[in-house]
């Protein structure tokens, strides 16, 4: 019981570490916080789910056109909200109050497109195999979610690490005067980080969407709420801390609704936040000890 509940918890960790890289990724480099980001998991759940249904796409080809779609609508959204806001000297309540009144008609906007009722994949759109190990049973699906999360975020930290681009992400996520004076474009930086986050969410969304078979419009706001204490769990703007924190919460909480009850899942993802606020202010790993971007 225990180990199927552990592997259960793996396979949600995953993708809330996927989920929060996204987040961190945005806090880390243009210093803001959006709330905007939900919209855009849910925004990923959908055009995967439309790519499969009405396009007839397999499970790769959907999750990237959803990654390249929603990845662009990031890019127009926080140009138009987030961006205008940087400048300002209060710049992190005032991004958080406009994507929330922004993310809030961006959900009612799902909602009248798509309905408020929850959408399911296309039978045969992911294996529906599942294989026995001793009292463990692995469906086929769970091991491509991990095995998704396992490639993207290798992608994305060897491009952060070993890419022109990613080495400009850095350095603007670092300090943006210097890196105008040595002529990196935040402009164009700016650009290539709301595209990354916009696509890790839309990717993280179609995942969680076949794990639990359901894409409903206020799926993002959900979320928010996991990611937003997977990234203070795990430091503000560190990376490493997101993808522990991650799989840390997602155990906890399968582990929490197996053992006591669901109702007290995220009354124990928010006394783990407190408790990591009381003794651990900066995070499991802040910034300090891994790098933030």
């Known amino acids: 019981m225990f180990a199927q509940q552990l592997v259960?918890?793996?396979?949600?960790?995953?993708?809330?570490?996927?989920?929060?890289?996204?987040?961190?990724?945005?806090?880390?480099?243009?210093?803001?916080i959006n709330l905007m980001y939900g919209v855009f998991f849910a925004l990923g759940a959908y055009v995967s789910l439309w790519a499969a249904q009405s396009l007839g796409l397999g499970l790769i080809a959907s999750i990237a056109l959803s990654a390249v779609v929603t990845g662009v609508a990031a890019i127009g959204l926080d140009a138009l909200?987030?961006?205008?806001?940087?400048?300002?000297?209060?710049?992190?309540?005032?991004?958080?109050?406009?994507?929330?009144?922004?993310?809030l008609?961006?959900?009612?906007?799902?909602?009248?497109?798509?309905?408020?009722?929850?959408?399911?994949?296309?039978?045969?759109?992911?294996?529906?195999?599942?294989?026995?190990?001793?009292?463990?049973?692995?469906?086929?699906?769970?091991?491509?979610?991990?095995g998704i999360v396992l490639i993207v975020v290798a992608a994305l930290f060897w491009f952060l690490k070993k890419t022109r681009w990613?080495?400009?992400?850095?350095?603007?996520?670092?300090?943006?005067?210097?890196?105008?004076?040595?002529?990196?474009?935040?402009?164009?930086?700016?650009?290539?980080?709301?595209?990354?986050?916009?696509?890790?969410?839309?990717?993280?969304?179609?995942?969680?969407?076949?794990?639990?078979?359901?894409?409903?419009?206020?799926?993002g706001e959900t979320m928010m709420l996991q990611g937003f204490a997977v990234v203070v769990i795990g430091g503000l703007g560190s990376m490493p801390g997101a993808l522990a924190a991650g799989m840390l919460l997602g155990i906890i909480e399968i582990l929490t609704t197996a053992y006591i009850s669901s109702a007290y899942r995220d009354a124990v993802t928010f006394a783990l936040l407190l408790a990591t606020l009381w003794v651990l202010p900066q995070g499991l790993l802040p910034t300090s000890t891994a790098r933030r971007v």
Do not use: C, W
């Not at 989920?19 to 803001?32: A, E, K, P, R």
């Open 8 to 32: 259960n918890g793996i396979v949600l960790g995953a993708i809330y570490s996927l989920f929060s890289l996204g987040f961190t990724i945005i806090f880390g480099v243009l210093h803001v």
């Open 81 to 103: 909200i987030v961006t205008p806001l940087r400048r300002r000297k209060e710049r992190y309540l005032a991004s958080l109050l406009a994507t929330m009144g922004m993310s």
């Open 105 to 146: 008609f961006l959900y009612a906007l799902l909602t009248r497109f798509f309905g408020a009722e929850p959408m399911r994949y296309p039978s045969g759109f992911s294996s529906e195999t599942v294989l026995s190990l001793g009292s463990v049973s692995i469906s086929v699906l769970q091991i491509t979610i991990v």
């Open 166 to 219: 990613g080495v400009a992400v850095r350095g603007v996520g670092d300090h943006e005067t210097a890196a105008l004076l040595v002529g990196l474009s935040p402009f164009r930086t700016t650009a290539l980080v709301s595209f990354i986050g916009g696509s890790l969410a839309a990717v993280a969304g179609t995942l969680i969407g076949l794990n639990f078979n359901a894409v409903q419009p206020f799926m």
